[in-house]
């Protein structure tokens, strides 16, 4: 079954910068669920984003993409999408 990720979390792999309400969860295919966050252009201004995850209903951290630094300017948006591929 796909992952049942109710809100996003950003980290710069130590640190949680910020967690949020998923802005979208979308059926793609039949085996593959995409979830899709948002930070506004006054979230986590300067920081540098190194992952991001899927927080499910219990609070409990079930899915991390890791990638490269990337610091969040201001008075910028930046969209993170995590594709739920089932098995």
């Given at each position: ?19 949020k309400k998923?802005d979208?969860?979308m ?17 986590g201004n ?6 991001i995850?899927l927080v499910?209903?219990?609070?409990d951290?079930v ?23 089932l098995?």
């Amino acid at each position: 079954a796909c992952l049942v990720g109710s809100e996003m979390c950003i980290r710069d792999r130590v640190n949680e910068i910020v967690r949020k309400k998923l802005d979208s969860k979308m059926r793609i295919s039949d085996s593959c669920y995409r979830y899709t966050g948002m930070l506004s252009e006054i979230e986590g201004n300067g920081k540098y984003i190194t992952e991001i995850g899927l927080v499910d209903e219990d609070g409990d951290l079930v899915c991390i993409k890791t990638f490269d630094k990337k610091i969040k300017n201001k008075e910028a948006e930046m969209t993170f999408k995590i594709d739920d591929m089932l098995a």
